[in-house]
Each structure stands twice: as C-alpha cells, then as structure tokens.
C-alpha cells in the first residue's frame, strides 16, 4: 500500500472505519444498546468526513487526512472523487437508519457488524478505480450479505433468499470482468469509425452485470425470496444501501465513458429491465395475501422507477435518483421495523393470521403502512415527493412508462388496504391458536423507534427540503449531461 502524500486519504477511513466499528460490534452483540451505538458513531464519523468538499485537508495533528486524496492498493487506486462524496453520506446516512431502527427489534445477531461489513466492501466498490474491479468487491459484500440472510435460519428451502442473492452477484462478476477485458481491447482500436462498434459487446456486458447486481432480473429476482426468508431490516438494508450503491455506480460508469453513455444498446437494455421489473412488482401487488410479499413489490415497483429514469440524462433524472435512494431508507426502514413487530410478536405476516393483530398494536401497524403508502407515492409522504419528481423527469417524453408507474402505486396501495383491514378486522375465533404476545404494549424502545420513523416519513413528505439540497447537490457533481 502506498499513500500519495504524506496526507492520509479519506478513502482508505471510509473502509476501515466501519470494518472497526463492526469489531465492537460483534464482540457486544449480546448487549443491544453498545453494539448499535459502535454503528452510529461509526456511520457519524464517515459522514462528518465526507461533509467536507474533496478538495479539502483536515488538519488533524500527525496525519492531515486529504479528503480527495489518493490510495494504491495492489495496483489499483481507491479515491474519494467529489462525484462520490455525496453519494457516500446518502449510504451511510441510510445505514445509520437502518442500524437505529434495529435498537430494540430482533434482527439476528449479525445484522449490525455484517451490515459493517457490507457497507465498507460497497462503498469501496464506488471509489475503486478501474470501475471494472468494483464487481470484486460487491461480489465480497454478497458473500457476507448471504450469510445476514440466511442467519439463524433452519429447514426446507431456508436457504433461497441466500442462494438467490449470491447466484445473481456471482453471475454479475464475468460480466465486469469480460466487460474490462473488451475495454482494453478496444483501447486499442484507433479508427474513430471502428471505436463505437469495439466497445459495444462491453456496453451490453456491463448493462447486464448492472442488471444482476441490481436484482433486476423478473424471472429470477432475490426480491421475492428474500423478503419472506430474511428479517425485514434486512431486506432494506439490502434494498437501500446495496441497490443504492449499484446505483451510484451506473452514474459513474455514465460519466466517465462516453461510449456507454452513448450506446442505444445500454439504454434497450436498461429501459427493459426497468419496464419488466416495474410491471412484475405492479402486476401482482394488489392480490398479495402477506406483508412479506408486499414489500418485495415495493422493491420490484421502486427499482423498476429508477432503471427508468437513469435512461434520461438530465439533472432533474439524477436528482430524482438521488433524492429516491434516499428515501428509500427511510421507507423501507420504517415498513420493516413494523413489520418486525408483527412477525416477532404475532409468529407471521400474512394477511389471515394476522387479522385483528392491528388493534393489538397499532403503532406497528400505522409504521407499517406508512411506510408502504410511502412506497406506493401517497400524498404528505417523503414517497410522494419521489413519485412528483419522477413524473416531472418522464411528463412529454414517456408518457406510457409514467402511466405504468403510477397504476403500480395504485396496485401497491390497494394491496397495503388489503393487508390493513385485514390487522383492524375482528379477530377469529380462533384466534387464541395463533401465538400472540403476552400483553397489548410493546417495550418503550420499540415504540419510540416506530413512533419516530413514522413521523420522519411524514415530516419528509411535508418538508422535503434537506434531502431535496442533498440530491440537488449529487445532481450539480455530474457533467455527463453538459
């Protein structure tokens, strides 16, 4: 390893400070409180450094940190590019909600020093320079992200959700890698007429590993799988933070090469993927009879959205990016921490067995529901301020791509009413065969952190302005559309 200067770069703190933090944090994970606290100053540590602009030195006595500085590691460079600074804190920022969210709900005794983990190898993935080797990295975090799914679980196909989140990673590792051997290939073709064709077969592979990473494959998705088998906190986790930093990825691939921008091809593809994964999710959301198989259409209706609008390369698309990543955690967080309640405490999501849990616990129910309508775009919901700014990016352009999105909001959202009469329904008589919890309330922690998700989904909705400056900010660092 080489340093640049005699400066230590933030690159190299943005990896190990959470890989330190996960060290705690596995060593007390009996003890909630210390293990979740080791996560949030660790995420806060990595935020208060990213808030500074990359051209800047922290004078810190003995070792300045250099923000933009660079990092040789084996050959290649790891680098906090102004591009990915921001980007950065949107991750850690979701990760700080998600690892908050989980104080007082069980989420196995993994999910904090593995979700560590997983974000240090993601965000290494982002700053690592050839984009190519960024596929090694976020096949490391689907080998840990595998493990936090399949955590504690035993049986008959316990073990899909994990084998499906790793295939699909692992299938996306040859594609970078034939992708990069194409690249140099191709770099040494000099004919301007001959250039755009050598580089498509690399434009193509790359669209698809973006694809397999992403989840974005309908007949063979994780989402489905996962979001039944792993605890909900997970899923989002996954879902925001993961997902998000593929995202990130494709808008740095998008800026640096002009031949993947450029290529009808990528964008076929892309427009494909999205469409295929938008209707999957909106199809079949409404007829679902469980919350487990609601929230993977979320997932499928919200990363559909975003495939579509990362074809459009405009500012208002990468705001529009940027500002639904981050919301995403908030919604997916606050959907699975409610939804954490009632598979811990009821025994199960779905619809029938659950009728009549709402009244039992209607604070679980409402950060439920919030956080699903937030998903679906519903009015004074941080959701809606997504669904407003997609509309905005498509509205004269694809008319027929907007209609689709907002009927799988509708789909959505008849779906969660579904589920919500269902929870406020009398209870069966029967019902005392179905495991319930000792008494009506639930612990003081658990219902401060649902009490205040739901509000943060709603005051976001009401004053989106913070996340609006912050993915305004991410817009004005790309140059791709100038």
């Not at 800047?56 to 790891?78: A, F, K, N, Q």
């Not at 970078?176 to 250039?195: C, H, K, M, N, R």
């Not at 007829?287 to 959205?305: P, T």
């Not at 996340?467 to 305004?472: F, I, N, T, V």
Request: hydrophobic fraction near 55%; proline fraction near 6%.
């Amino acid at each position: 390893m080489m340093l640049t200067s005699a400066s230590l770069p933030a690159s190299l703190l943005v990896v190990l400070i959470p890989l330190a933090a996960a060290v705690p944090a596995y060593l007390f994970r009996r003890w909630r409180s210390v293990e979740v606290l080791a996560a949030l100053i660790g995420c806060g540590l990595v935020m208060a450094l990213l808030s500074q602009p990359a051209t800047v030195t922290i004078p810190v006595p003995g070792l300045p940190i250099d923000v933009g500085g660079r990092l040789d590691l084996l050959g290649r460079t790891l680098t906090v590019q102004e591009a990915d600074r921001l980007p950065l804190v949107v991750l850690f920022a979701s990760a700080l909600v998600m690892f908050g969210l989980s104080w007082r709900l069980p989420q196995g005794r993994l999910f904090v020093p593995l979700g560590l983990g997983i974000l240090a190898l993601v965000c290494a993935g982002i700053m690592i320079r050839p984009f190519v080797f960024a596929a090694l990295a976020f096949e490391a975090a689907a080998a840990l992200a595998a493990v936090l799914i399949q955590a504690e679980r035993m049986g008959p196909l316990s073990t899909l959700g994990a084998q499906r989140y790793l295939a699909l990673s692992s299938l996306a590792l040859p594609a970078f890698l034939g992708a990069g051997y194409v690249i140099g290939q191709a770099a040494e073709v000099t004919d301007p007429a001959l250039q755009s064709a050598a580089y498509q077969p690399a434009a193509l592979l790359l669209a698809l590993g973006f694809a397999l990473l992403a989840g974005a494959v309908p007949l063979y998705t994780w989402t489905h799988a996962v979001a039944n088998q792993a605890s909900p906190l997970v899923t989002a986790f996954l879902s925001t933070v993961v997902t998000g930093a593929v995202t990130f990825l494709f808008l740095e691939f998008k800026q640096q090469f002009d031949w993947f921008r450029g290529s009808p091809d990528v964008r076929e593809a892309i427009n494909l993927f999205g469409i295929t994964t938008l209707l999957l999710g909106g199809v079949i959301a409404w007829a679902q009879r469980s919350w487990g198989r609601i929230l993977a259409c979320c997932l499928s209706v919200d990363l559909g959205v975003v495939l579509l609008i990362l074809n459009h390369e405009t500012p208002a698309s990468v705001e529009a990016v940027a500002f639904a990543i981050a919301a995403r955690g908030v919604s997916l967080g606050v959907f699975g921490a409610g939804l954490s309640v009632f598979r811990s405490y009821a025994g199960s999501d779905d619809f029938a067995r659950l009728r009549g849990a709402g009244r039992r616990y209607p604070l679980a129910a409402l950060a439920m529901a919030l956080g699903a309508f937030s998903i679906a775009g519903l009015p004074g919901t941080v959701g809606f301020v997504v669904r407003w700014l997609n509309v905005r990016v498509l509205s004269g352009t694809d008319l027929e791509v907007m209609m689709i999105m907002l009927l799988a909001g509708i789909s959505i959202g008849w779906g969660v009413l579904r589920g919500l009469f269902s929870l406020l329904a009398d209870p069966p008589e029967d019902a005392g065969n179905v495991a319930r919890p000792p008494s009506f309330f639930l612990p003081r922690g658990v219902s401060v952190s649902l009490l205040l998700g739901a509000l943060v989904v709603v005051l976001l909705g009401l004053a989106p302005g913070l996340l609006a400056e912050l993915a305004r900010a991410i817009a004005s660092a790309y140059t791709f559309y100038r």
